[in-house]
């Protein structure tokens, strides 16, 4: 099993291009979600999924668009890249239903600039 | 709202010495909580859980972590520190949020304890 697979792990954009960053899972996950890591802050949740066909928002979801059609695939949009957006974006993908003992399985990260 | 703290941005200690890497937490019922590990341009690691059950629980790597209610602390230890052991600790907890049928899950974490182990 490949796990959580997260591409590309670095990309550079121009403030106000737009990008789709890919996460995808092999472990039949329902829950997929999308943190960003920023220095002094810990991980903050931008969006999250409990199943194909829903998604809601985390603590920071401003700038950001998410879709899941299938259960593997949970991409993260930036709409219009802007210099605070500059991160290390993490996703992750648990099981859910009545467990909630279920540890998190996260991807390497995505190193993403923004000049 | 849940929340986790961890009060000590780095800890530092001496290989073979004990470590402890403090973390307290808030929550309405019972809590889910959870460490995990951070190695230099990796994703984070699983490292232990607490549900239930006894308060002394054991993880990867030979850590454990000690649950204790009336402090609303979950601190994670090691007997014996290993240079290997230096990273970025993060203590997590999970929001309990019901969404229909489904349990929506949300993992939370404190600001995370970078833990240097000297030679």
């Known amino acids: 099993n490949a796990g959580v697979t997260q591409t590309p792990k670095f990309q550079v954009l121009k403030t106000g291009q737009s990008m789709t960053l890919q996460c995808a899972q092999d472990m039949n996950h329902e829950y997929m979600s999308w943190y960003r890591q920023d220095p002094g802050m810990g991980l903050r949740l931008i969006h999250y999924s409990v199943g194909a066909g829903i998604t809601d928002q985390g603590e920071v979801p401003n700038g950001y668009n998410v879709s899941r059609s299938t259960t593997e695939d949970f991409p993260l949009r930036l709409l219009s890249a802007a210099p605070s957006q500059t991160s290390v974006y993490f996703c992750a993908s648990s099981y859910t239903g009545s467990s909630y003992n279920s540890p998190l399985h996260f991807g390497n990260g995505t190193r993403l600039t923004v000049t | ?119």
Request: with cysteine; net charge positive; aromatic share 12%.
């Open chain 2, 1 to 119: 709202a849940q929340s986790v703290a961890q009060p000590e941005d780095q800890v530092n200690v001496a290989e073979g010495n004990p470590l402890t890497v403090k973390c307290t937490y808030s929550v309405s019922g019972n809590p889910y909580l959870f460490w995990y590990v951070q190695y230099p341009n990796r994703g984070l690691q699983f490292l232990l859980k607490y549900i239930t059950g006894d308060n002394l629980v054991k993880g990867s790597y030979g850590f454990e972590a000690e649950f204790n209610k009336s402090q609303t602390s979950f601190h994670l230890k090691k007997p014996s520190a290993l240079v290997s052991d230096s990273a970025l600790y993060f203590c997590a907890v999970r929001d309990i949020l019901r969404r229909g049928s489904s349990n929506t899950g949300k993992l939370i974490f404190g600001q995370g304890t970078t833990l240097q182990v000297k030679p």
